[in-house]
């Protein structure tokens, strides 16, 4: 049977704030206790560890490798003992401060526009919202779209979305239409300022699937600002529907290549922190908020009857 002791989350804090104030008398001056009385804790903790944390001298402490390690966990520790206090006493209510990164298309059509009312909804929530392509570590939620990096974070999809090849009508009326993905060696295309996992376009070709791309005539560093490019006549670019949906519906932006599109999608989740510890209230809330109010459908092209592509499904 597992050993009960409740002087485990104690000792714990006693050890962390040691570190923090770099010192037995600093941290026994902080924690109303005597240094001999700290002293004796630290050394019951490494005995019953069977590991040294510190190395004494008169003039500093220093932590051991081992030391290091348990101080970076007990600090976790600590801070979600604290939340699981903390939402336990409020009943679980969603309160603090809340990072979310997003991309900037996503973020900007299907994001911003939720966040008054999931801030009515959660009135002791204080929102910090990063709308970039970088992922920025330290957000409770970050939002991405593409393939996921293998890692330790929990992953709840949004939706997913189907690519097309676009260009503006003023660009197809200069340039003409590409009749064929080799035609795009004759035209000027919109590329990234970033390294993607496939450097070309890929298009469908009977049984196979190849690659092609226009040689770029400007890059850009997210997809608002390329989608804007496009709509500008600079050059064609490959987008997903979540994004230019409105503009191709609207006329704004033609599809070009539909013959040859190979149908791939790029999906959409919403990731976070996840272990056996209470997830913050306030993360869940939004996870669930987006789950409920931020998903993103699936549909096709056609042409309708004027000619124009309509999005169905």
Same mark, same amino acid.
Not at 24 to 33: C, E, G, P, S
Not at 180 to 184: G, I, S
Not at 226 to 235: D, E, K, Q, S
């Given at each position: 049977m597992a050993r009960f002791d409740t002087n485990r989350s104690a000792e714990m804090e006693v050890f962390v704030r040691v570190v923090d104030l770099g010192g *037995? !008398?600093? /941290? =026994?001056?902080? @924690?109303? #206790?005597t240094p001999s009385g700290v002293s004796k804790l +630290? %050394?019951? @903790?490494e005995a019953r560890l069977g590991a040294r944390l510190v190395n004494r001298t008169t003039r500093k402490l220093t932590l051991t490798e081992e030391g290091q390690a348990f101080y970076e966990r007990a600090v976790r520790i600590l801070a979600e003992m604290e939340e699981a206090e903390r939402e336990a006493a409020s009943g679980a209510a969603p309160r603090g401060r809340l990072t979310v990164n997003c991309n900037i298309p996503f973020g900007m059509l299907h994001v911003m526009p939720l966040i008054p009312r999931f801030l009515e909804q959660h009135p002791d929530v204080t929102l910090d919202l990063v709308l970039t392509d970088l992922m920025q570590e330290r957000a409770d939620v970050a939002i991405r779209v593409g393939p996921l990096r293998a890692s330790r974070l929990i992953a709840r999809k949004l939706g997913t979305s189907r690519m097309v090849v676009v260009g503006a009508p003023d660009y197809i009326a200069r340039c003409g239409t590409p009749k !064929?993905?080799?035609? #795009?060696a004759d035209h000027?295309? +919109?590329g990234w300022t970033f390294?993607? %996992?496939i450097r070309g376009w890929p298009f469908r070709r009977g049984d196979r699937t190849e690659e092609a791309v226009p040689p770029p005539v400007a890059r850009a560093s997210d997809g608002e600002a =390329?989608?804007?490019?496009? @709509?500008?006549? $600079?050059?064609l670019a490959r987008l997903a529907l979540f994004h230019i949906g409105p503009d191709i519906e609207s006329g704004r932006l033609v599809p070009v290549l539909q013959s040859y599109n190979p149908g791939d999608r790029e999906d959409i989740h919403a990731v976070y $922190?996840?272990?056996t510890a209470p997830l913050p209230?306030?993360?869940?809330? *939004? +996870?669930?908020? @987006?789950?409920?109010? /931020?998903? $993103? %459908?699936?549909? /096709? #092209?056609?042409? /309708?009857?004027?000619?124009?592509?309509?999005? $169905?499904?």
């Open positions: *037995f !008398t600093q /941290a =026994a001056r902080k @924690l109303r #206790l +630290i %050394s019951r @903790l !064929t993905p080799a035609d #795009l000027r295309g +919109i390294p993607r %996992s =390329a989608r804007r490019l496009c @709509l500008g006549g $600079v050059g $922190v996840g272990h209230a306030r993360v869940r809330a *939004f +996870i669930d908020f @987006l789950a409920e109010h /931020a998903r $993103v %459908s699936d549909p /096709a #092209l056609k042409r /309708a009857g004027d000619g124009r592509w309509k999005l $169905v499904g």
